[in-house]
């Protein structure tokens, strides 16, 4: 059973920095690009950044360039995304998933930017 398991979100302030992980279980993780997502209540999902089997293929979305950093550990089968210089339209719950999403999402982890 494929598990995507999002942690890492919580409380910030206007300019502060969070690490998100995702930790992934019950597929090859090593052969998949992956996503990061987000979704704020009332608006459609969108993807944030995206990396692909062997870590060469790295994309952003145009607001988050150059502000956070996608990254994997395949001997931990985990994803992260560390996110720079947050600010409140950051706020969202963040999601990870295959590209394009192959999987049951998870919960999420919420992130809160306080102006």
């Known amino acids: 059973q494929v598990q995507l398991v999002e942690s890492g979100g919580g409380l910030v302030k206007h300019g502060g920095s969070l690490r998100l992980s995702c930790a992934v279980s019950?597929?090859?993780?090593?052969?998949?690009?992956l996503n990061w997502y987000r979704q704020t209540p009332g608006r459609h999902i969108e993807l944030v950044a995206s990396?692909?089997?062997?870590?060469?293929?790295?994309n952003y979305s145009p607001p988050v360039m150059a502000l956070f950093t996608i990254s994997r550990d395949d001997s931990k089968n985990t994803l992260y995304l560390q996110m720079n210089t947050l600010n409140p339209e950051d706020t969202s719950n963040y999601f990870c998933n295959t590209n394009p999403p192959m999987y049951s999402w998870g919960q999420g982890t919420q992130v809160i930017v306080s102006s």
């Open positions: 990396i692909s089997e062997d870590g060469e293929s790295i």
């Open positions: 019950g597929f090859t993780f090593s052969a998949k690009t």
